[in-house]
């Protein structure tokens, strides 16, 4: 049997202060800081995908923009090169042009020293002719 007195209700008083501490000084400041730290756990998982998000976009815009770059370094060297090709092949043709002149002048001096060495030795023209028609017929001779 259960015997009500004095001590059972201190008992219960003291049970109830030490609910009250517990709650007050444990209880609340322990959720409190559980549901702080929840809330900043949730931020941070918000601001860490935002971040990534942010870090993809730059990630695509720097691919991008060297896409880009490696493009135009592509072009730019095509037309260096093809620059380079029209210079050199201008260059050819002023050679070339030059080239022919000088030749052209080289066989006018040419002709004009054996027609003054026709001039200045007759007598070899017609010697000339004479081994020039031997050779002639001998090859007419051997074909």
């Keep these: 049997m259960v015997t009500i007195n004095l001590t059972l209700f201190i008992n219960l008083a003291l049970f ?6 517990m ?3 444990i209880f609340k400041p322990l959720l409190e800081l559980t549901d702080r730290r929840e809330s900043k756990i949730a931020n941070d998982q ?5 971040l990534t998000n942010q870090a993809e976009d730059l990630e695509r815009q720097y691919f991008s923009d060297i896409a880009a770059i490696h493009r135009e370094a592509s072009h730019t060297l095509v037309r ?8 050199h092949m201008a260059r050819l043709d ?3 042009i030059k080239y022919h002149r ?7 001096q040419v002709k004009k020293t054996i027609a003054s060495e026709r ?3 007759p007598e070899l023209a017609a010697e000339l002719v004479d081994i020039m028609a031997e050779r002639i017929e001998l090859e ?3 074909v």
């Design 140 to 142: 007419r001779n051997s």
């Design 119 to 121: 001039a200045s030795h």
């Design 23 to 25: 709650n007050v000084f």
């Design 16 to 21: 109830l202060i030490f609910i009250w501490a």
């Design 80 to 87: 260096a090169h093809r620059s380079a090709q029209e210079a």
């Design 46 to 50: 918000k601001s860490a995908i935002h």
């Design 102 to 108: 000088e030749l052209a002048e080289i066989r006018a």
């Design 94 to 96: 002023e050679v070339k």
